[in-house]
């Protein structure tokens, strides 16, 4: 379910939601998120997707501004409030409303990944949250998201270590996807 009120992200917990997309759980009094319902995410086993990721030079819409101003959030917050569900065990995905608006066009979900680590998530959680975790959320546990004989062969190969430089995710080299090379360039494929 998509939430971004307080009152929203309980309903969907109240329905029995499985996902909760945003959780931003804004009140009249800004974002209130509280321990217990921290608590109550982790209890049920919902997962979270902050909606992270935009690029370096992106400015809200005005109205998406206005509601921000108004409630004293922005990214530094939102990257705070995801951290500090992931160390009290919410299972986070990553997703960024990819192509809603210039500051979030399509292909900008490193950034999501990479905005997850500089709130304080670990690299490898950071990950984890584009690969096994967005794949058990999706119910593709069993063949997809981890790199395991009889699962789907699904890779990206970056330019770089993304353990120690998240931004790598954003200079593929090549893709692999149902173990077929998708590469325009086969020059770049390994053999």
């Known amino acids: 379910m998509h939430a971004h009120a307080l009152a929203a992200v309980e309903q969907a917990l109240d329905a ?3 996902g909760i997309e945003h959780c931003t759980c804004l009140t009249a009094e800004g974002v209130v998120i509280t321990d217990g319902l921290v608590e109550r995410l982790v209890r049920q086993g919902v997962r979270v997707c902050p909606t992270l990721g935009t690029t370096p030079q ?3 819409p005005p109205n998406v501004r206005a509601v921000m101003e108004r409630f004293g959030f922005g990214l530094g ?3 705070q409030h995801a ?3 992931h160390r009290a065990g919410v299972r986070l995905v ?3 409303d990819s192509g809603i608006n210039s500051g979030k066009p399509h292909g900008v979900l490193p950034a999501a990944v990479a905005q997850l680590a500089e709130g304080g998530v670990p690299a490898d959680s950071a990950l984890a949250t584009a690969t096994s975790l967005a794949a058990d959320a999706c119910g593709l546990a069993d063949r997809k998201g981890r790199v395991r004989r009889g699962f789907d062969a699904d890779l990206l190969l970056v330019g770089g270590d993304p353990f120690t430089d998240l931004a790598a995710l954003s200079r593929p080299v090549a893709v ?3 173990g077929l090379w998708t590469s325009t360039d086969p020059r770049s494929a390994p053999e």
């Open 83 to 85: 951290a500090r569900m």
């Open 16 to 18: 029995g939601a499985d």
């Open 58 to 60: 992106a400015v809200p």
């Open 176 to 178: 692999l996807a149902a």
């Open 94 to 96: 990553s997703g960024a």
């Open 77 to 79: 917050q939102r990257q």
